[in-house]
């Protein structure tokens, strides 16, 4: 049987590193990927980490005829894992049409050529987002979709729709992924995050101000209504992230899935706020963080944490890394950055 996959987006942040546990699971990759929000450079990391370069295409999936040949050159995919898509929240609102196309385009012409070349398995990058603030916590994969905050949030939602329906009338099985909040690095130090400009997100933010690129963290709120007054997230190691990437594959692969679309929750089933983070690096890395309180930034939820009993009984997956680890490797990826590891 093919061991071969296709993963989009593979030299992105989450798709990088799960190159590399297929790899290391005996799996061939190849990679598409238009460097839009990467650099062809952490190809040649993950043939560091692994020993073994993926085979990688620079492509716009957007681009129907140059998909085409490649498809016709790879008619032995045993699967699709689906990563490549544009992710700014704020920029989704600002520029909404160019979410709307990337993203939904994109899928389109893959699930055409799934059944055109019958690749019959295909696995694809969603979000908690989906939940928006939910009635009930912890999550589970049954809460309802919540109207979308942001038109990427809807591209979220509107894909699920699309690959949904899609494989009801074609012989394509998915599994849909909802992460939590992905964050941390490769233990190694040789792939992370790559923000570009300045990070929206928390744990880039918070390494960047600790190596000196921006002055100070910006705390959005401490009168939630949570322990400590600050906002909540399900924080996941990109590593164990990565992992269940590895086992949707196989659980595909194996015909062990139960419906021809499913869906799992991944995050660590554990809530933490954004004052314990910030603790959790202080105490890692021995540093004290310049930040301050201010108000909430419009749009977050208040709080939010998995229930990922699904995920724990039926993939046979679990997070295994702590917020420690977490913050250590997200860490060690900053340092290897500013010490100029993608330049050399
Ligand atoms: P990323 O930006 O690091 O990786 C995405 C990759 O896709 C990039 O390398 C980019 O160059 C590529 N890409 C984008 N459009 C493309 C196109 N048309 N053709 C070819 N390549 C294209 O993002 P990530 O954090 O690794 O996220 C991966 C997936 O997970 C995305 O679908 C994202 O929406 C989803 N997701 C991410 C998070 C998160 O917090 N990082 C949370 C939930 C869901
Ligand atoms: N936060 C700060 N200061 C910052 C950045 C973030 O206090 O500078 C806070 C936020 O207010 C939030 C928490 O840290 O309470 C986490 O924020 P992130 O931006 O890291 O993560 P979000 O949960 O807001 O969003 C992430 C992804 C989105 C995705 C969403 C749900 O960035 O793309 O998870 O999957 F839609």
């Known amino acids: 049987m093919s061991k071969k996959i296709l993963v989009t987006g593979g030299s992105g942040y989450i798709g990088s590193h799960t190159v590399v546990e297929l790899q290391q699971s005996g799996f061939e ?124 949030g809807n591209t979220k939602q509107i894909s699920e729709e699309i690959i949904e329906d899609s494989v009801k009338a074609s012989p394509v099985n998915a599994i849909s992924l909802r992460y939590f909040n992905p964050i941390g690095a490769h233990e190694s130090g040789l792939i992370g995050e790559l923000p570009i400009g300045i990070p929206n997100n928390l744990v880039p933010f918070i390494t960047q101000t600790a190596i000196g690129k921006r002055e100070k963290l910006m705390v959005f709120g401490d009168d939630y209504d949570t322990p400590d007054g600050t906002a909540i997230r399900d924080y996941i190691h990109v590593v164990d992230l990565a992992k269940a990437h590895v086992v949707a594959v196989e659980r595909l692969l194996r015909n062990e899935n139960e419906h021809n679309f499913e869906v799992f929750n991944l995050g660590t089933g554990k809530g933490t706020s954004v004052m314990e983070a910030i603790l959790a690096f202080e105490k890692v890395t021995g540093m004290k963080l310049n930040y301050e309180i201010t108000g909430r930034r419009m749009g977050d939820v208040p709080q939010v944490w998995a229930d990922t009993t699904m995920a724990n009984l039926k993939l046979g997956w679990k997070a295994q890394k702590g917020l420690e680890e977490m913050m250590t490797s997200a860490w060690l990826w900053e340092k290897n950055l500013a010490a100029g590891i993608l330049e050399s």
Do not use: W
Not at 32 to 41: E, G, H, P, V, W
Not at 63 to 87: P, S, Y
Not at 95 to 119: A, T
């Open 29 to 152: 990759v190849v990679v598409i990927d238009n460097l839009s929000n990467s650099t062809a450079r952490i190809i040649d990391q993950i043939g560091r980490i692994t020993g073994k370069k993926p085979r990688f295409y620079e492509m716009d999936l957007c681009n129907e005829a140059a998909l085409r040949v490649f498809f016709r050159e790879n008619q032995d995919l045993a699967a699709i894992i689906h990563f490549a898509a544009f992710k700014a929240v704020s920029e989704s609102v600002e520029n909404p049409l160019k979410y709307y196309h990337n993203n939904l385009v994109s899928l389109i012409f893959l699930l055409r050529f799934m059944e055109g070349f019958q690749i019959p398995n295909l696995v694809f990058s969603s979000s908690c987002t989906v939940y928006g603030q939910p009635e009930t916590l912890p999550v589970t994969e049954q809460a309802p979709v919540k109207q979308a905050f942001s038109p990427y």
